[in-house]
């Protein structure tokens, strides 16, 4: 074998942050697991043992040297992340990019930050919870309110998520926001459906990422994280639907 | 006109997602053909009287099979495109009705809806992790025929 491989200690580390990242992009578990034996193998680990759930990875090599751990504090949705990361791991696999390399490029991806500019992601939810009102069977006239207030919901989401770093909160105080825009604008005259502009206007929140992760995770024998995943989805559901009952309660 | 309208609204609500998951810039616009067309099905399926639950597995099935092709022309994650498909079909309004119900303290509607939200949230699911299934059965027998 005139191949050499890096040391035990740095595969380790690669091996983590690619799944840290991928599992703070929203990757399913099964991916994190795969991408993290199949980078180990290629690096000269064929052996290796991955435990993921939503909230730290076990990571542990058949030998012995010693199992690490990483803790996951802080989930979103990043797919970018997760493609890139993903490149990594298929170029690591084909031999092209080697031990010292992999490792620059992934601490790169996580630090950069790829996200669309927040004047854009807020017009894409105000445009979406609009277009939503049209599938769910709304008039027309319902069109401009849904998108208002679903952009102002999604405003109020991202910025109340960053001073209180509690999820649970910022979906309350949005969908509640929603639920009281929504029924301004029927008490004005400019809105006819309530029910259609709430729906439609709730969408951008609605944790649909979670639960289908959440039952794929299940099925796929993923218990822990199925069963965790489901619960933070359920969680903001219910959140949701809080902030709405309180509008309702009036 | 009806399905013409709904195409177009879907296909812009599913891309409108790609870009809060963050997807890559290029393959916006697949995830909008995705999302447009697992809705025309799920639609089309609704208008023939099927049921939703029926119709979302199928919807969710198509997804999936289009979203594999689309992973593997790419060499991206399948999730990119699944994930902006399904969203559409995601039973929001039954959800949000069943809550209405609760608060209303009408339980006997709400658990009626709550349980059919799930229903329909199990089915998209089942139909992703079946094509999963019928696309790892696809290798294994190109994997053996090979040998």
Redesign the interface.
Known sequence: MGKEYPPTIEVIEICLLAGKIMLQG???TY?VEDTMTRIAASLGIPHSHSYVTPTGIIFSTDGTEPAKLIRISERS???????LV??VS?RISSGELDGKDALARLKEIESAD???PVY??IL??S??SG??L???LGSWTDFIPAMIAGGLGFVSFIYVHRVVQIKFFSEFIASLLIGIIAYFFVYSGLGTEL?KI??GS???L?P??L??NA??DL?AGHLVSGLSKGAEAFLT?FAI?AG??LV??F | MFML??MI??F??S???G??????KKSLLKCGFVGMVG?FVYIWLVNWQYDAVISSLIAAFTIAVISQIFAKMY???I??F??AG???L?P??I???A??N???NDYNMAIQLAAKAFMI??A???G??ISEVINQMIRKVQFKSRI
């Not at chain 1, 949705?77 to 493609?83: A, E, G, M, Q, S």
Request: charged share 10%.
């Open positions: 929203g990757a399913e991916r949705t990043d797919l970018y992340k997760v493609t993903n490149g298929r790829y996200t669309f854009q992601q894409a939810a445009i979406a277009c939503f049209i599938m769910f029910d709430i729906i709730v969408m951008p609605v649909g990422l639960i289908t039952v794929r099925m559901a639907g709405i009952a309702f309660t | 309208t709904h609204t879907s812009i609500a891309a409108g997602f870009v809060l998951f963050n997807a890559p809705w060499k991206t994650p999730i990119i699944s994930v399904i969203i559409p995601v929001g309004g959800a949000y009705d809550m209405r609760f608060v209303e949230s199990g998209i699911a089942v992703l992790v």
